[in-house]
């Protein structure tokens, strides 16, 4: 279509040309064929801008950068369109006077101006098809985007900043180490010196940064800096990636001879092994500087005397670690006077601590904010947190809330949702106590700082509750006799060939497995004969036997991520019952059909969470779980949506409906049959309704039935929304409150 158009256009400017080659005669004798060429090119020009201007919005929702032709194009359209329409009001009006005082004179002029101005529209059109609007930009990394919070201008921290500048402006130092003790600062002042080499200085073209951990996963740091630089791999080993990124970085020179390396590190060792040309410390703030950092975190400015009084102690007590001082600053505030002194004493207590390693202190600073959270349900949700690997984007959905519930928090509650509900509430009141931090990717995800993580994995080996978490390639399961004594694993990025048939942990609670080759390892039957109290399995690129399955009766949450399972649920036989199962999750994991041997087995079975191009479920499957609360199902699948009629409990569905299995449904009177009217009966408790790819709203009754709890609506790809769109958030706003949310995408 588009090398059609482009044809056309180029036709009529060469037939516009060659018509128009005997001006003279043109201009008297063919002013009616002038014009008339030229008002549909006019209009011709109005859809080609309207076009480009839709393909360019689009563009920019899509986060592209658009072309600078197509922007100089869009300009001179507008341009273009605004002078014609000048001269389409001068042609009416000519119109209008020749028919009582002819001036043949002007009708000359007129004329000959109309051709020369529809040539040019016919240019401007020839130009109009573009074989791309926009392009992607490469990542800047969203921790140079967000807003510079927690950067203190301590005297250490301006020394340290000042030399890294200057080593950066030097072209004999490629390599800068910058080291200090955990929590001083180090991440958020690399941050501050990233921001300004890439933006306010441009010392450099193109800054990025990568979390390299203790134990790097080397492929992964390598496709981050690919997607930062916008580059596809065209080799598959860690070698030629390295190659092929080491010629992008050859490429991408700035002012000064070749790149430079900024790393952060809590040993000054690691600086000198890395051959850094520039070793900078971080140091601890001050005394005058801590305070007002203190003050700021605990929100102390309109305190008694005798506030500020014991408020000066404790800051002291921090030790000047900025990490301390925010986290303990945060945890006391709002406090009452004797809270505060009751926590002063506290840290005084811990003298003991003095001694030991340099976390010792700050541990004992953390462990009375993690005290003060009290209720039990958010300390272990905040001990869940560090099962999962350093530096990771723990999904709180998924990961957490399965975790969670497996484990049993909130186990007073009934109801699956309010759970989740609680388990979100929870990781909020851990990220105002500063122990969570918040994720670059949304709400739907969370991160704990690496000394904080530590210091949970201190907290449990202090308590009855003992954590082993390993994020080493592990090639052999690891044995040692106090290994049995915990009660959760997390062994994460593993290269284990072998597991045992046999392991005894008669306290294990939860197992997390990750293998880093696609099912290359397969679980024994027997493996978890002796685990009796487990109550949380999730396990990843593994071959699964579900004949392992019969011997966990306690087994609350089941999670298999790209899995390959050996056999179908039902082959446990009845007399194996999983009495006990509320969340079963199936991620990408290769499975035939989702039998209904899994309704006798999983009687309490409350969430059936599934993800994958396509599952395969039985027919009247859905219908028989009867416990069922949450049932999601976002890819393509046979459901028929009839089946969840008799789902009385049903409180939350995420279904993707094969329109061709289900026209009954799909009927204008289908409705649950409790409920007697279609969206305010059907959703009556719904406090957030998503709408995709729905073809036709048919009137703005459809949507008059909202129910009163609605305070989110996001409507999705409605390609016949625009028309009926000025009334449809005239509706919404006087039907709802102000907090009302509508979202419009695509």
Known sequence: M???????????????????????????????????????LTADLENRKARVTNDVDVAKRQGEVIEKDVEDWLTKAGEELGEAQRLADEIDKENKCFNWCPNWGWRYGLSRKTAKKTLDISRLIEKSDFTRVGYRPPLEGIEFLLPADGFMNSESSKLAFNGIMKALSRDDVNMIGLYGMPGVGKTTLATQVGRQAAGEGKLFDRVVTVTVSQTPNISKIQDRLAELFGLKFEASSEEGKAEELLRRLRVGRAHHEGCKI???????????????????????????????????????????????????????????????????????????????????QRLKNSRHLDNEDVCGKLYSVLELSYDYLKDKNIQSCFLLCSLFPEDADIGVEEELTVCGIGQGLFSDIYSIEDKRREIRVALKKLQKSGLLMESNHGESYVRMHDVVRDFAHWITLRGENKFMVKDTSLLEWPMTESFRFYTAIALWNTEIKNL????????????????????SLSIPSTFFERMNA????????????LDALQFLPDLRALGLFDCKLIKNISSLGHEKKLNKLEILLLADTIIEELHEGLVELCTSLKSLLLRGEYCKISPNLL????????????GRNNVNILELKSLSRLTALTLAINTTNNVECLEENFVFPKLQRAFKELFCNTEMLVLDNVEKLRSLEDLECFPELLTRLELRSLPELQSILVALLTLICCIYNDSTYMGVMD
Request: with cysteine; aromatic share 10%; charged share 30%.
């Open 2 to 40: 588009a090398e059609l158009l482009g044809n056309t256009a180029a036709n009529t400017v060469g037939n516009l040309a060659t018509e128009y080659a005997s001006p003279y005669v043109s201009y008297f004798f063919r002013y009616d064929k002038i014009v008339r060429d030229f008002k549909n």
């Open 500 to 519: 045992p048939d046999k392991l005894e942990f008669f306290e294990l609670k939860i197992l997390i497995l990750e293998e880093v080759e696609e099912n």
């Open 623 to 634: 219908s028989r779980l009867s416990s069922v609360e949450e049932i999601f199902v976002p």
């Open 534 to 545: 487990l109550r949380v399995l999730l396990v990843q690129n593994v071959t699964f036997s």
């Open 262 to 344: 900024l790393l952060t590190t809590r040993r000054e060792e690691v600086c000198s092994l890395m051959n850094c040309q520039e070793e900078i410390k971080l140091s601890i703030f001050a005394e005058d500087e801590a305070w007002p950092l203190f003050e700021d975190n605990a929100a102390l400015k309109d305190a008694s005397p005798e506030m500020i009084k014991v408020a000066k102690e404790v800051a002291q007590e921090c030790k000047g670690l900025p990490l301390a001082i925010v986290i303990v600053g945060k945890a006391l505030r709002n406090k009452s006077l004797d809270e505060w002194i009751a926590a002063n």
